[in-house]
């Protein structure tokens, strides 16, 4: 099957600074990738779309100023956290679609675990 | 505001037992219906998807679909330990193929815990 690549797995850094999150599909062009958000014991939240080749959509009450998402390649998406603070620890979770793929067509990245001190 | 409603639980059932997950949804236009089993820390894993209304049986897993009632339901039998996990259902406005697919609504999920 399809796989997403998610890159880093964990982070750690200090408040202020800019954290960068990878996704990658591996084997198939994904013009559409999703992020999402997911605080302890709660469930996933969608926080914004990502186009190739144009401007993210980001859902209500998601700063576009502090996450920059950049769809540059057809397998590549970005999500960076600028100006971190520990309100921003979560777990990111990436996931991109193959409209070409038989049966299951949303394939999910493997999260990024970012804590903030 | 489009939501989607799990009991959170935690659901214990004994190992071989049927488990019984429920799932309503407020959007009645919603297209497509995914169950996920998620580990702590690790990312989603699909379960099954459903489109139409009525059962869909994958193995020992059966997802149940009313659109009439807003309302999904997965059914694991024979259930294992390692069934042991917290199970998420999220829905997509859009069918398979439609631009919106893919932005999907989650519940809360919930914990279901097999005992041996």
């Known amino acids: 099957g399809a796989v997403v690549s998610q890159h880093p797995s964990w982070v750690i850094c200090k408040s202020g600074t800019s954290v960068k999150i990878e996704c990658r599909s591996l084997d198939f062009q994904a013009t559409t990738m999703f992020w999402y958000r997911q605080f302890p014991k709660q469930s996933l939240m969608l926080m914004a779309t990502s186009n190739e080749g144009s401007k993210a959509t980001y859902e209500q009450g998601v700063e576009k100023d502090k996450f920059l998402i950049n769809h540059a390649s057809l397998t590549l998406s970005t999500l960076t956290v600028t100006s971190a603070h520990p309100e921003d620890s979560s777990f990111y979770i990436c996931?991109?679609?193959?409209?070409?793929?038989?049966?299951?067509?949303?394939?999910f990245g493997s999260g990024t675990q970012l804590s903030v001190l | 505001q489009k939501e989607v409603e799990q009991n959170s639980g935690p659901l214990s059932v004994p190992e071989g037992a049927i488990a019984s997950l429920n799932c309503t949804y407020s959007d009645r236009g919603s297209q497509s219906f995914f169950w996920y089993r998620q580990y702590s820390g690790k990312s989603p894993e699909l379960i099954m998807f459903?489109?139409?209304?009525g059962d869909k049986e994958d193995g020992r897993f059966t997802a149940q679909l009313n659109k009439a009632s807003q309302y999904v339901s997965l059914l694991i039998r024979d259930s294992q330990p390692s069934d042991s996990a917290t199970y998420l259902c999220?829905?997509?406005?859009?069918?398979?193929?439609?631009?919106?697919?893919?932005?999907?609504?989650f519940g809360q999920g919930t914990i279901l815990t097999v005992h041996p």
């Open positions: 459903i489109y139409s209304n």
């Open positions: 999220a829905v997509n406005p859009g069918d398979a193929g439609g631009t919106s697919y893919g932005k999907l609504t």
């Open positions: 996931s991109a679609r193959d409209l070409l793929a038989r049966g299951e067509k949303l394939f």
